[in-house]
Each structure stands twice: as C-alpha cells, then as structure tokens.
C-alpha cells in the first residue's frame, strides 16, 4: 500500500510541475492586439492570420483549434467573465483553476493515502464556476434595476427631438455601470453597420433580460413602421419597473431557502474536506474500504440532489 501511495504521490507531483509551467507561461502570455482589445467594446469577427496562430492552433490545426476554442462551454464562460467584468483572460483562469485543482488533490493524496480523495479537488473548479457566475448574475441584476432610469432617459430625449440612437447615446454619459457598458456596445455596433434590432438583441442574450428584449422589438418596430415610440418606452418602462418590484418580492421570499440551500450543499463537502487535511485518520474508512467508498458516493449523490431540488423550489420566473 505504501509503494502505491509513493508512486501515486510522484505521479501527481510530476503533473502539478508540469501544470505549473504551463500556467507561468499562460500568466505571462503575449501582449493583446489591438483587435482584441477592441473586440471588448464591439462584436468583431476576427480571423486569425499565421503569424498571430497560438500554440494550439498550430499544434491541433485550425479546425480543430477553433473547434475547441469556440466549444459551447467556454464560450459561455467567456461571457460569463466579460459580463462579471473580470480583467483576467479565460486561458489564464483555466490554466490557475487546473493547477489549483491538482494541488489541492495532490494535497489530499498526501494526507489521506488514498487516490479517492483527489476527486475532492473538483472543487475547485465548481468554486471558481460558481463565483463567476454569481458575479455575473449581480451584473445583470444591477442591469435590470437601472432598465426603468434609463428607459425614462431615452424616452425623455426623444420627445426633444432625438433619434432613437441618440436617445441611447445621452443615456451613456450618465448611466452608471454596466448598463453604460452594454449601451455604449450596442451603439458602436450600430455605428459599425449592425442593424439597431440586432445590436440590442446582442445585449439582451449577454445580460439574459427579458425585459430589454422589449427595446429591440421596439427599434425594430421604429424602423420599419414608425410611431410614437416615446410613448412606447415610457409604457415599457413602466411595465419593467412593476416586475422588479415583482421580483424584489420573489427574492426576498426565497432568501431563507437560497441560504439554507448553500448550506446544506456546501457544508458537508467543506467539512469532510477540512477534515481529510487536519485528520486524516478520522475519515480513514471513507477511503480505505469498499462500505465507505460506498457510503461517500451514495453521499455525495444525495447531496447534489438535494441542492437541485431546492434549486429548483425557490427559482420562481417572473
């Protein structure tokens, strides 16, 4: 058992070395183009040139390197950060989750004897996931709060006289963040040639709001068919302003079952966590016999479903 526990220890360790590397060098990178850069404030399609193909590109194909690369999940993700306004690049994050990820189960190899006890480092990983995106979703909150101000702005200019675009424009100099992000976005875009409609319906798949949806039928409406579309913002601010008070409630409501929800999910996987690191021999069953792998898996089971279900009880769609 033991000369199985030193190889697996050298093994891991060689990993976490090899991921460390990488990670130094994925932190050091290469300075960001000018198109990426401004890729951050406008939608651009940018086609990579050979001189500018990464290592992965190079090494997997460009087929199979922009498969990989515009792969569902890390595009969500990518948003998702773009959206929680993190400054650090997806490669960087990855590259510090996975190595974080390694240490952490090569830690808990050490300590307990027992590869089982790796898998504890998923952690990591659902910690990190977790974190973004619960940032982002306080972005895209913070987002629908200031919907009602801002829609009174726009409507509000052009009953001076402004266009629609305008409108949004004199709502950029004084709206607060995010939504001056996502507003000054939406106007590049259109100032690039992307229709108005399509624009705004880029802001309401990146900030996931219903509501704002109803700005790019109205655009769209305004630009084939015309009308009092500042009477139509007023009502539709009106509206959106009724439902986050409806939402408000929704919330406040379900506070107490959010909070006991965390803690039933979290609480377990934290304390036999804690307790693998500060006394091993305490959970030594747990990974040492077949009852206990049993017992742990049948475990962890329960506890993802009960988080779903209550997961699924307080998230209430208004």
């Given at each position: 058992?033991?000369?199985?526990?030193?190889?697996?220890?050298?093994?891991?360790?060689?990993?976490?070395?090899?991921?460390?590397?990488?990670?130094?060098?994925?932190?050091?990178?290469?300075?960001?183009?000018v198109?990426?850069?401004?890729?951050?404030?406008?939608s651009?399609?940018?086609?990579a040139?050979?001189?500018?193909?990464?290592?992965?590109?190079?090494?997997?194909g460009?087929?199979?390197?922009?498969?990989?690369?515009r792969?569902?999940?890390?595009?969500r993700?990518?948003?998702?950060?773009?959206?929680?306004?993190?400054?650090?690049?997806?490669?960087?994050v990855?590259?510090?989750?996975?190595?974080?990820?390694?240490l952490?189960?090569?830690?808990?190899?050490?300590?307990?004897?027992?590869?089982?006890?790796?898998?504890?480092?998923?952690?990591?990983?659902?910690?990190?996931?977790?974190?973004?995106?619960?940032r982002?979703?306080?972005?895209?909150?913070?987002?629908?709060?200031?919907?009602?101000?801002?829609?009174?702005?726009?409507?509000?200019?052009?009953?001076?006289?402004?266009?629609?675009?305008?409108?949004?424009?004199?709502?950029?100099?004084?709206?607060?963040?995010?939504?001056?992000?996502?507003?000054?976005?939406?106007?590049?875009?259109?100032?690039?040639?992307i229709?108005?409609?399509?624009?705004?319906?880029?802001?309401?798949?990146?900030?996931?709001?219903?509501?704002?949806?109803?700005?790019?039928?109205?655009?769209?409406?305004?630009?084939?068919?015309?009308?009092?579309?500042?009477?139509?913002?007023?009502?539709?601010?009106?509206?959106?302003r009724?439902?986050?008070?409806?939402?408000?409630?929704?919330?406040?409501?379900?506070?107490q079952?959010?909070l006991?929800?965390?803690?039933?999910?979290?609480?377990?996987?934290?304390?036999l966590?804690?307790i693998?690191?500060?006394?091993?021999?305490?959970?030594?069953?747990?990974?040492?016999?077949?009852v206990?792998?049993?017992?742990?898996?049948?475990?962890?089971?329960?506890?993802?479903?009960?988080?779903?279900?209550?997961?699924?009880?307080?998230?209430?769609?208004?």
């Amino acid at each position: 058992m033991s000369g199985d526990s030193t190889l697996v220890a050298v093994l891991v360790s060689v990993v976490a070395g090899g991921l460390l590397g990488a990670a130094v060098f994925a932190l050091v990178g290469r300075r960001q183009t000018v198109t990426e850069r401004v890729s951050g404030y406008v939608s651009l399609r940018r086609v990579a040139t050979g001189s500018e193909q990464s290592l992965v590109e190079r090494a997997l194909g460009d087929r199979k390197a922009r498969k990989l690369v515009r792969s569902p999940f890390l595009t969500r993700l990518r948003t998702e950060m773009e959206v929680a306004e993190l400054d650090f690049g997806l490669e960087r994050v990855l590259a510090v989750v996975l190595l974080s990820t390694v240490l952490v189960g090569w830690l808990l190899v050490i300590k307990t004897n027992s590869p089982v006890a790796a898998l504890l480092g998923l952690i990591v990983p659902g910690a990190a996931l977790m974190g973004i995106r619960m940032r982002a979703d306080r972005k895209r909150r913070m987002f629908a709060e200031q919907l009602p101000d801002n829609l009174q702005v726009v409507a509000s200019a052009m009953r001076s006289g402004q266009t629609f675009v305008g409108a949004l424009k004199a709502v950029i100099e004084d709206a607060p963040e995010p939504s001056r992000r996502e507003l000054r976005r939406a106007v590049l875009d259109e100032q690039l040639g992307i229709p108005l409609a399509e624009a705004l319906g880029r802001v309401t798949e990146r900030m996931q709001s219903q509501d704002f949806k109803h700005v790019s039928v109205v655009a769209s409406l305004q630009r084939e068919t015309g009308g009092n579309t500042a009477e139509v913002i007023e009502l539709v601010a009106e509206t959106v302003r009724e439902r986050i008070e409806i939402r408000r409630l929704v919330r406040s409501l379900t506070a107490q079952g959010r909070l006991s929800g965390g803690i039933l999910a979290g609480l377990p996987v934290a304390l036999l966590l804690f307790i693998s690191t500060v006394n091993p021999s305490y959970v030594h069953p747990l990974y040492h016999s077949t009852v206990g792998l049993i017992a742990l898996g049948v475990s962890m089971g329960l506890v993802l479903s009960g988080g779903l279900v209550i997961r699924k009880i307080i998230q209430i769609k208004v």
